[in-house]
């Protein structure tokens, strides 16, 4: 996993954590970590702190930020203490901290998973043939497929969401994020946003969601193996609607045959010769859960939207100076091609 330098805008005061850490954490010695950042992920902030006898990671908001939806840094913890006996598949937590005088606000620290995450490309050296990169995709699906079978009564979460409900919540808040998050620049998204309010369908059932659950927030044990070992990135875990966290999911998974704009976007390495299309993916999620999809156009069509207003919100802090990230400066670009994409879908009608 590759860490760049802390940028300005993103740096913290290491003493002061230090001196919070020790106290909570025995073992790291007197002197403070070396600290770099994780350039990927686009809300909260994760950086590597190296001690000499061991390597954690520190999670926290952008500055500014406090504990309110995806920046919520006790209800990430909570979620992933809570699933580690379950949901043995996340990090193990090793302290949270709410004293403003020590961060300027909530964050907590786990230990690092140690593993390989696949990110746009192939690392160097490793090579995955047609047969070893259909096995990571059936490993993918059925991950998420163990994910939506947690018991939340028996993990504690059962009041993690609001239940039922979530299809028509999502819809009209991302349609409401968007609208706010809109600059002069990009479309109004209103055939899109009217065509979902007008096609939600019913519930298949309410389940724990990962909500951000991408092969690159996956942690593999090898090369040789593949294994899935870890799931990273809990900060919007809720309770919902399994197929809508498909549909977010496959927003991501772009395949062999995608035009070209749409394989600019890639993020991890799903292109690949024996990769399941998101065809393969829907079906082997189905034929595993026993789940009714429907007209899944409705999910194709509400990831991509969803990953619009997301990428929005990112554009828009830039343009208003709230951030400095390079990696946020086109996106209104793609933005526009994602409610071409949508309204292209929509169009193909029922299959």
């Known amino acids: 996993m590759t860490t760049v330098e802390v940028r300005e805008e993103d740096a913290f005061d290491v003493t002061a954590v230090h001196a919070w850490l020790t106290a909570k954490v025995d073992g790291l010695g007197a002197e403070p970590p070396h600290v770099r950042q994780f350039p990927g992920g686009a809300s909260n902030l994760t950086y590597l702190l190296t001690y000499p006898d061991r390597e954690l990671i520190l999670r926290r908001p952008p500055a ?13 913890y909570r979620v992933q203490h809570a699933l580690k006996p379950v949901f043995p598949y996340v990090p193990r937590m090793l302290a949270f901290g709410d004293d403003e005088s020590v ?38 699906v059925d991950r998420l497929v163990d994910l939506h079978a947690v018991d939340v009564g028996a993990a504690g979460l059962a ?9 028509e919540r999502q819809i009209r808040g991302w349609s409401d994020r968007y609208v706010a998050a809109r600059t002069d620049n990009v479309g109004d998204f209103a055939e899109v946003r009217s065509w979902l309010a007008e096609n939600q369908p019913a519930e298949v059932k309410i389940c724990l969601i990962h909500n951000d659950y991408r092969l690159d927030n996956l942690v593999l044990d090898g090369p040789a193996t593949l294994n ?31 035009d070209d704009v749409m394989k600019a976007s890639r993020r991890q390495p799903t292109h690949l010769p ?5 065809e393969e993916f829907v079906s082997r999620y189905a034929e595993k859960t026993g789940l009714a999809v429907g007209d899944w156009r409705f999910y194709e069509v509400y ?16 343009r208003e100076g709230a ?7 086109n996106f209104w670009q793609f933005v526009g091609y994602l409610d071409w994409r949508c309204r292209e879908i929509i169009a193909k009608g029922s299959v």
């Open 64 to 76: 500014g930020h406090k504990a309110a939806s995806a920046h919520d840094m006790r209800r990430e």
């Open 103 to 140: 961060l300027g606000g909530d964050f907590y620290v786990m230990e690092k998973l140690e593993g390989l995450i696949l990110r746009g490309d192939l690392p160097a050296g490793l090579d995955l043939s047609a047969e070893q990169a259909r096995e990571l995709s059936g490993k993918v």
């Open 159 to 167: 009041d993690l969401g609001k239940g039922a409900g979530y299809v």
């Open 228 to 258: 899935i070992t870890g799931v990273l990135d809990w900060e919007m875990a809720t309770l919902g609607d399994p197929l809508m966290e498909l549909g977010s999911m496959l927003a991501y998974w772009v395949q062999a045959d995608d």
């Open 274 to 278: 024996g990769m399941f299309t998101r």
């Open 303 to 318: 990831g991509l939207f969803r990953l619009a207003a997301v990428l929005q919100q990112l554009y828009r802090r830039y």
């Open 323 to 329: 951030t400095r990230n390079p990696a946020f400066k």
